[in-house]
């Protein structure tokens, strides 16, 4: 009979078959795979492994799909959709963490893979490792640039608060906001701290930026990302990408105060104005009222003196400068001087004239001695008399008293020829007692006129009418 085994000792053949007292059948791919299976989970039934993430992807179902490595060895992870809603942290590539789960094999590829249950940052300096590569990445799209700052209101009318509504920072804010200028405020309450934190924190920040103006529940003219101090890790839901966006994107300024002074989060690059404390917000929000007034009495003051400066300026200018002018009596010195010289020479002028009257009349007084007055006055009546002598002989009807008479015309002018008097219609004698008015002789000898015949047919038919 031929031995079926090589000289190794190995069994060789081209056909299977069992060997003599051999009772263990071959197993099939399926069954190992089992068999490991269930010794793998039952041997590593819970284990908690240290590495670095590698080929991070989130699955369209939710699931994690990652691989745990360190410098010589990898495992896959995968986290199923129930656990990773419940981290705390975004996982990326890079990142080191503890995860904490079971081994079990994946019988489709013949590897074994750990089922995270949980996952936390390896350390702190991880967790600032992770902080330091979101804040780069972050900031290289643009989202704290210095451009994307806007200014603060000066007197927001409402304040929107995104902060827990039982913890001491709203309280804080309340008080702090009475005692400077009372404001009208709106809380958006939140968690701030653990499992879902940083999708209430956000949502707070969007809903307040999507309240329309004018409507039912005022839009707020400042909205105040608040949180009380913590470590990093109380702090960290602020750093979260999804609360950075948030506030980088709402259309109302916002100033976050997360912790206290010497805490930083990502939150604080996002926002308009960082805040070293919730009470410190406050203070940036609203100015002090009595402050406020004092200020506004101060400017009313300058602008009053604004107002008066130029006219006291104007005065004093005027003031100079009527100082630099002559006096008006010595305006009117000369004028007066010159008036005084023209009175003293009208004055002196008179005298003269006076004087030289009195000299020409006592020169003249010879010749109005009291006949050679009257000389004069008789020579003129008697050429006034001779005149008047004159007049009488040469007035016309001064003969009427010897028999003579004056014929006149119809216009009272004298005739002193015939044929004149012959073309007048009437004369007017004028006798020495009164006036007769005749007729011209040759007036009263004419014919009288005969009628014109008349010419052509019309005497032809007059003596036919006759005849």
């Not at 704290?144 to 927001?156: E, G, Q, S, Y």
């Not at 913890?167 to 405020?185: E, N, Q």
Request: with cysteine; aromatic share 4%.
């Amino acid at each position: 009979m031929a031995n079926p085994f090589d000289d190794d000792g190995v069994r060789s053949g081209l056909v299977a078959k069992g060997a003599p007292g051999d009772n263990a059948a071959p197993l099939s791919i399926t069954e190992i795979s089992a068999l490991l299976k269930r010794t793998v989970e039952d041997r590593f039934g819970f284990v908690r492994l240290r590495g670095e993430l590698s080929g991070f992807k989130r699955a369209a179902s939710g699931h994690l799909y990652m691989r745990l490595k360190d410098e010589q060895a990898q495992i896959d992870g995968i986290m199923w959709r129930g656990n990773a809603a419940r981290l705390t942290f975004q996982p990326e590539d890079g990142l080191e963490v503890v995860a904490s789960g079971k081994l079990t094999t994946y019988p489709g590829r013949s590897t074994y893979q750990i089922v995270i249950e949980s996952m936390e940052v390896a350390g702190e300096g991880a967790l600032l490792a992770l902080l330091e590569k979101t804040r780069r990445r972050l900031e290289a799209e643009g989202l704290f640039a210095p451009a994307r700052k806007r200014p603060i209101p000066f007197l927001p009318r409402v304040i929107g608060v995104v902060t827990s509504p039982t913890g001491a920072v709203i309280r804080d804010i309340l008080h702090r906001l009475a005692d400077r200028f009372p404001s009208r405020v709106l809380v958006w309450p939140v968690l701030v701290q653990g499992q879902g934190s940083a999708e209430q924190v956000a949502a707070a920040v969007r809903g307040f930026g999507a309240i329309a103006p004018g409507g039912p529940v005022p839009r707020p003219d400042l909205v105040i990302v608040a949180r009380g101090g913590g470590s990093i890790e109380d702090l960290w839901s602020f750093n979260e990408e999804i609360v950075v966006r948030a506030i980088a994107e709402c259309p109302i300024p916002v100033i976050s105060a997360v912790g206290h002074e010497t805490d930083t989060t990502l939150a604080d690059f996002a926002a308009d104005r960082r805040a070293p404390t919730p009470t410190a917000a406050a203070e940036m929000a609203v100015p002090v009222r009595a402050e406020l007034a004092a200020t506004l009495d101060e400017l009313a003051l300058r602008k009053r003196r604004a107002i008066l400066r130029p006219v006291a300026l104007g005065r004093e200018r005027l003031e100079a400068r009527a100082q630099r002018l002559p006096k008006a009596e010595s305006l009117l010195q000369p004028q007066a001087q010159r008036l005084d010289d023209l009175s003293e020479a009208l004055r002196r002028g008179l005298e003269r004239r006076a004087q030289a009257a009195r000299e020409r009349l006592g020169h003249d007084r010879a010749r109005l001695a009291p006949h050679l007055l009257r000389m004069p006055l008789a020579q003129g009546r008697e050429r006034l008399a001779g005149l008047a002598r004159m007049m009488l002989s040469l007035d016309p009807d001064k003969v009427l008293a010897r028999g003579y008479v004056r014929v006149t015309g119809a216009h009272g002018r004298t005739l002193t020829d015939r044929e004149a008097a012959a073309q007048e219609a009437v004369l007017s004698l004028k006798f020495r007692d009164g006036e007769l008015a005749v007729a011209p002789a040759a007036a009263r000898a004419a014919p009288p006129a005969r009628p014109r015949p008349r010419r052509g047919g019309d005497e032809k038919r007059q003596e036919d009418l006759f005849g």
